[in-house]
């Protein structure tokens, strides 16, 4: 069975966190689209060169989650090339069979236009920076600094000419500003559910 849940959205709007639960309930593969770029990132040199060559290797380093490391990935994943390069990995992952939750900024709108179900995931910036701040730990970064950061990262990811972060036409929105984390789970499961009780529906007719 091919089944693609695409789930975008900015940073620290829980996206991570919602695309495990996804992949534990349904028994689904789940690929983080957002440490590619962030390995790319953190490779240095030419970013063109580093996505065309990205090993496991590259993806296994322990940096990968810091603010320095998101910084980096925003800036790499600005660049066409770079984006190119990582397509192909990432639409053979959606499209496995058992089924696949991949989350990021473009899968559905880019990546997977015809996954059978697309979350956006967001939450007011003051929200994200507050959960990042205190994933981070206390001496890593101020809340401000932190803020001043999603903010910058929002606009670049929103703003740049290739696959900007947007909503796709038919994605259901989920604004977890002031929902708890199950509640959120909650929320993704009944999407999936819904669907696949459809396709399901569907078969027997
Ligand atoms: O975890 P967080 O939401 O902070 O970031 P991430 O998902 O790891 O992504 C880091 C950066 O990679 C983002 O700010 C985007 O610029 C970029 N990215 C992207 O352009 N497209 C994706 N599918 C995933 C990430």
């Known amino acids: 069975m091919q089944f693609t849940v695409a789930i975008d959205g900015p940073?620290?709007?829980?996206?991570?966190?919602?695309s495990r639960?996804?992949?534990?309930?349904?028994?689904?593969?789940?690929?983080?689209?957002?440490?590619?770029?962030?390995?790319?990132g953190a490779k240095g040199g030419n970013a063109v060169l580093a996505a065309q060559g990205l090993t496991p290797d590259d993806l296994a380093r322990s940096d990968l989650r810091s603010l320095e490391a998101g910084e980096?990935?925003?800036?790499?994943?600005?660049?066409?090339?770079?984006?190119?390069?990582?397509?192909?990995?990432?639409?053979?992952?959606a499209r496995r069979d058992g089924g696949a939750v991949l989350d990021g900024r473009d899968i559905g709108t880019v990546i997977c236009p015809l996954a059978e179900v697309?979350?956006?995931?967001?939450?007011?910036?003051?929200?994200?920076?507050?959960?990042?701040?205190l994933e981070a730990g206390e001496g890593a970064a101020s809340y401000e600094d932190v803020l001043r950061q999603v903010r910058e990262r929002d606009a670049r990811d929103m703003g740049r000419a290739d696959a900007p972060l947007c909503p796709a036409e038919d994605a259901v929105i989920l604004d977890t500003t002031e929902m708890s984390i199950p509640q959120a789970v909650d929320a993704a499961k009944a999407s999936v559910a819904a669907?696949?009780?459809e396709l399901q529906g569907q078969k027997h007719q």
């Open 195 to 197: 669907k696949l009780a």
């Open 72 to 93: 980096a990935a925003s800036q790499v994943a600005a660049i066409p090339e770079v984006r190119a390069a990582l397509t192909a990995f990432q639409r053979e992952f």
């Open 21 to 40: 639960a996804l992949a534990r309930e349904f028994g689904f593969a789940h690929l983080d689209t957002g440490l590619l770029y962030r390995a790319v």
């Open 11 to 18: 940073a620290a709007a829980g996206k991570g966190t919602i």
């Open 118 to 133: 697309k979350l956006f995931v967001t939450a007011s910036a003051e929200t994200r920076a507050r959960r990042r701040w």
